[in-house]
């Protein structure tokens, strides 16, 4: 079993609709949780980050940890054709060096249709 | 402030070739990381560079190997390409790196498309 599981997509929404990406993770450990955004031929950009169960949001993205189910999500209101992009989601843990690392799920690609 | 600029943007090799990539972070970053990222296993981590010293790395054949510099920048080295490892090479830069504490923000380069042919 991979450490993050992420369903590839694709995923294909109309303008306006509200969008659920989620992942699974395995490695109780992790720290951080993390959703990076990668548009085509471009590097990924961090979209938001949380370390404790529960709900952060920031402007129409909201973003939910659930611990005990090991299971976070990335929902995105009002989605617009400029969302679309391949949305990563990327978890932390400490090494047995004590420094960090990121661990990736593999993306899921959204596309929000005008 | 400029981002992380990677060279070349794309590269063709064959088998058996070594190849070089370069990575310039932002001004003032230290670290430099580098994944690797394929369809079929995603964004993969293969290294982490802090003051001119490997801090962490991934689960990589030793082929795979870099450098840092002491103004940052990064190289990283393939040796005796296999066809395995035409991916994208994308190069990411923080202030301080993975070392704990709160996650220190990780920009993204536009990355190295790299196949072997």
């Known amino acids: 079993q991979k450490e993050v599981e992420q369903d590839p997509g694709p995923l294909s929404v109309p303008e306006g609709a509200i969008v659920s990406l989620n992942c699974t993770y395995s490695n109780s450990a992790f720290q951080y949780f993390m959703w990076y955004r990668q548009y085509s031929r471009k590097g990924p950009e961090l979209l938001m980050y949380?370390?404790?169960?529960g709900n952060k949001e920031d402007g129409r993205f909201t973003a939910q940890v659930d611990k005990s189910s090991k299971y976070i999500s990335l929902f995105i209101r009002d989605s617009q054709p400029s969302d679309s992009a391949t949305y990563l989601c990327?978890?932390?843990?400490?090494?047995?060096?004590?420094?960090?690392?990121?661990?990736f799920g593999k993306g899921t690609k959204l596309t929000v249709n005008p | 402030k400029a981002g992380v600029t990677q060279t070349p943007r794309y590269l063709i090799k064959t088998r058996g070739q070594q190849v070089t990539l370069s990575c310039s972070p932002i001004?003032?970053?230290?670290?430099v990381s580098w994944y690797q990222q394929t369809p079929g296993q995603g964004l993969q981590f293969l290294f982490e560079?802090?003051?001119?010293?490997?801090?962490n790395k991934g689960n990589f054949p030793g082929r795979f190997s870099g450098r840092q510099f002491s103004n940052s920048r990064s190289e990283m080295n393939v040796s005796t390409l296999e066809l395995g490892d035409s991916a994208l090479y994308l190069c990411?830069?923080?202030?301080?790196?993975?070392?704990?504490?709160?996650?220190?923000?990780?920009?993204f380069g536009p990355g190295t498309r790299l196949t072997v042919l």
């Open positions: 949380t370390y404790s169960s």
């Open positions: 560079y802090f003051s001119e010293t490997q801090r």
């Open positions: 990411a830069s923080s202030l301080e790196g993975l070392a704990g504490g709160l996650p220190d923000t990780q920009y």
């Open positions: 990327a978890m932390s843990v400490i090494t047995q060096g004590g420094s960090e690392k990121l661990v």
């Open positions: 001004s003032g970053h230290r670290s």
